[in-house]
């Protein structure tokens, strides 16, 4: 069993009920790698929504809330502002953040509070059967989408972008080193850290949009689909940009603007 | 190098197989707790220790207690 | 009104204010420390106050970009350690429910107001209206209980607000403050507490699964899913969830004696008993004062005596003394759950009862429910305007068989 589970599992939770060759459980491993290096575990609360990458943080020994469908993001800005000095992981998923929770995005975003949001884009709808989300490519046949999808797929790394997110990144299952890294660079940036990662669905992801159940495979072709670039135009045509794309630490943070001002008026 | 892999947690997805640069996992005629197929390490001299299975392996089935050389 | 109920030992200041201003004040003097809202008319005060006095206190204020993202913020914020609270209105409060569904179920004290305007819809956003009574018992979907109390004087936002932080902490429950528009924007001279109350949490008593807040160190698991008592979902174990559901029920449901608040006026001896809640209850009691020939001592009721004299005639005039007339007022201050227990003893004696409200006579099949062996009458009332005490009163007469115009002659 991997050391970390010892420190972060519980478990008597486990088996997961991720299924077999999940990227889940890659980000959830990285997540772990991430506060071990910070050696932050105390000072960690989890919030999630609900789908698949929503059952991440639900095995780990820390304070977790598993929340709403897209609704995690408005729980963590609670808990942030109740808790100012801690730091808020979200674990949320493609439909999760960019569908029902995408105004939340919008808004956390451009107030720049300092969440570490961590979105696992898997292109689908997997707990649910397969259907398409806001990420799938267009034209592709899903259970909703027999016709072939006919929506414009959402970047929300773009997204969060041009709303002002400070710290902004995008990796792959198959980077898991360069993902807890940028893990544990968002969870010490102070302001909204926003983290993409593709992760594969054998199941569903597998079946309907990649044509292929090994998840390796799977994960070749997020490789081969990927650069790893500095910004999100060097990549070139067809080829989806992976890296750290922005590191700011000059816009001011939202709950510490609210502490400058309780300051004031409470003298 | 000591390389485990816990059957409880194994769900028998193979990424370990691929993923190993030196082909340390085999397939191997066990099952685990899922009744998967199961890898098991067969070649554990090649192993580098450089935690690609640790890390990629989606269940935490995996672990490698690095020694010093002897 | 009604006698305030003794009991604070603190010291208190007399002052002028609205409804919803008094709300912000009961939620400050219970230690509220978070509040996250949406503007939205007719509650819009209660966030305009929260923004300039939260960080005042040392709390936190959000405005957030929906209702759904208020009430979400408030639970997080609660679990988090700070007492929070979020304000709405009509289509707001709509928006809240899953999220009110959520509270309920991992029993997270939270405090939801709901300054009831005209619906459905956009409805009546300037009007006052009760048609919410249902939605803030059974909004959210599944089977779960609720606190629901309804002030009907701006004495009442303030009392009501701090009873329920302390509702909400005791039972660890979203509690709902059911105002309308009348009681949140008009102006009373009101008593407010000076310096803050603390509400402890009493987990142990009356909770299914108790958690400690985060960061304790107590690995707490927060999960809508139904859980066991650490919090580990049992969704797709029947035997399990349904003991859940039966158990947080249970929670409030055998509480009730604890929980249920109703106000009695003149019901010592009456015959006809008008049974009311939040704003309506004030006509109420104006038309058994009417009904009794209990003078009322303020100058506004004569001066509109005599306006109403000169519009509508002597004949229709009829605030001549009805003091035969045995009739009493019987003001539900928890409104969900439902108090019957009480309301059955407060109206052992009477055989007729008014309900007026001010939406299609909802709560009134409640009160036919419990009360099967009594005339139960519904009074509705549509459209934003709160009954009369003349109304009312013509309901009494009615009900008394007595015809207004032979009264009094």
Redesign the interface.
């Known amino acids: 069993?991997?050391?970390?589970?010892e420190t972060y599992?519980?478990k008597e939770?486990?088996?997961?009920l991720?299924?077999?060759?999940?990227?889940?459980?890659?980000v959830?491993?990285?997540a772990m790698?991430a506060m071990e290096k910070l050696g932050c575990k105390?000072e960690v609360?989890c919030?999630s929504g609900?789908g698949c990458s929503s059952w991440i943080p639900?095995y780990y020994?820390?304070?977790?809330?598993?929340?709403?469908h897209g609704?995690a993001?408005?729980?963590?800005?609670?808990?942030?502002?109740?808790?100012p000095d801690?730091k808020i992981l979200v674990f949320t998923g493609d439909g999760d953040c960019a569908a029902i929770g995408g105004?939340?995005l919008?808004?956390a975003a451009a107030r720049n509070i300092d969440l570490t949001v961590i979105m696992v884009n898997n292109y689908i709808y997997g707990m649910t059967g397969g259907q398409k989300s806001p990420t799938t490519p267009k034209g592709s046949v899903t259970k909703t989408s027999p016709w072939g999808s006919m929506d414009e797929p959402i970047d929300a790394v773009k997204l969060v972008m041009v709303l002002g997110a400070t710290y902004v990144a995008r990796w792959t299952?198959a980077h898991?080193?360069q993902l807890?890294k940028s893990m544990a660079e968002g969870m010490k940036h102070e302001g909204f850290s926003f983290i993409e990662v593709l992760s594969q669905c054998?199941v569903q992801a597998g079946k309907s949009l990649w044509k292929e159940k090994?998840?390796?495979r799977i994960?070749e072709t997020y490789k081969r689909m990927t650069k790893s670039c500095g910004s999100l135009e060097e990549a070139g045509e067809g080829k989806i940009p992976i890296g750290v794309f922005r590191h700011d630490n000059q816009r001011e943070e939202y709950a510490s603007k609210?502490k400058t001002?309780?300051r004031?008026?409470?003298g | 190098m000591e390389i485990?892999i816990?059957k409880?947690?194994c769900?028998?997805?193979?990424?370990c197989?691929?993923?190993c640069p030196k082909s340390v996992f085999g397939k191997s005629r066990k099952r685990n707790?899922?009744g998967?197929a199961m890898p098991e390490v067969k070649n554990a001299e090649k192993c580098m220790a450089c935690?690609?299975c640790?890390?990629?392996?989606?269940?935490?089935?995996?672990?490698v207690e690095r020694k010093a050389k002897e | 009104m009604i006698k305030r109920k003794e009991g604070s030992l603190q010291k208190e200041t007399q002052v002028v204010l609205q409804g919803n201003e008094a709300c912000v004040k009961g939620a400050l003097y219970a230690g509220c420390?978070?509040f996250?809202g949406y503007p939205i008319t007719p509650s819009t005060e209660i966030i305009e106050m929260m923004s300039g006095e939260m960080?005042?206190?040392?709390?936190?204020?959000?405005q957030?970009?929906?209702e759904?993202?208020?009430a979400?913020?408030?639970?997080?914020?609660?679990?988090?350690?700070?007492k929070?609270m979020t304000a709405t209105s009509g289509p707001g409060y709509t928006l809240m429910q899953?999220?009110i569904g959520?509270a309920a179920v991992t029993e997270t004290p939270t405090v939801i107001v709901n300054v009831q305007r005209g619906g459905p819809s956009t409805g009546q956003p300037t009007l006052s209206s009760q048609q919410d009574i249902y939605q803030a018992r059974y909004g959210s979907h599944g089977d779960y209980e609720i606190i629901v109390l309804a002030p009907s004087s701006v004495q009442e936002m303030y009392d009501f607000t701090i009873r329920a932080f302390e509702l909400a902490e005791q039972f660890r429950t979203p509690v709902i403050l059911l105002a309308d528009e009348v009681v949140g924007h008009m102006r009373e001279k009101i008593m407010v507490r000076e310096g803050c109350e603390e509400i402890r949490s009493q987990r142990q008593k009356y909770v299914v699964s108790p958690q400690a807040d985060?960061?304790k160190?107590?690995?707490?698991?927060?999960?809508?899913?139904l859980h066991d008592e650490e919090g580990?979902r049992i969704g797709h174990v029947a035997e399990k969830s349904g003991q859940f559901i039966h158990n947080i029920n249970r929670k409030i449901q055998s509480n009730l004696d604890i929980l249920s608040e109703v106000s009695t006026y003149c019901m010592e001896d009456a015959d006809i008993a008008i049974v009311a809640y939040g704003s309506v209850a004030r006509p109420s009691l104006n038309a058994v004062k009417h009904a009794r020939g209990i003078r009322d001592d303020r100058m506004l009721p004569k001066v509109k005596m005599i306006k109403d004299l000169f519009k509508r005639g002597v004949g229709e005039m009829i605030h001549t003394d009805y003091s035969h007339l045995k009739v009493g007022l019987v003001k539900i201050d928890t409104v969900w759950p439902f108090p019957e227990k009480l309301l059955k003893q407060v109206t052992k004696g009477v055989d007729t009862v008014i309900v007026p409200e001010m939406n299609v006579g909802k709560y009134c099949r409640e009160v036919q429910r419990v009360l099967k062996d009594k005339n139960v009458v519904s009074m509705p009332k549509c459209g934003g305007n709160i009954h009369t005490p003349m109304e009312i009163l013509d309901e009494i007469l009615k009900m008394a068989g007595l015809e207004k115009k032979k009264v009094g002659r």
């Open positions: 069993m991997n050391k970390l589970y599992i519980k939770a486990l088996p997961t991720f299924c077999s060759g999940c990227g889940n459980g890659i959830q491993v990285a790698e105390d609360a919030v609900i639900c020994k820390l304070d977790v809330l598993h929340g709403m609704r993001l408005p729980f963590a800005e609670g808990l942030k502002l109740a808790r801690k105004n939340h919008i808004h299952t898991p080193a807890a054998p090994d998840s390796y994960m609210l001002v309780t004031k008026q409470k | 485990t816990d409880a947690c769900k028998g997805c193979g990424i197989l691929k993923a707790n899922y998967t935690g690609a640790e890390r990629l392996c989606p269940d935490g089935a995996i672990n | 420390s978070f996250a960080p005042k206190t040392g709390g936190a204020f959000i957030m970009e929906d759904i993202a208020s979400c913020a408030i639970i997080g914020a609660r679990w988090g350690g700070s929070a899953e999220a959520f985060f960061f160190g107590a690995n707490t698991m927060v999960e809508g899913q580990r």
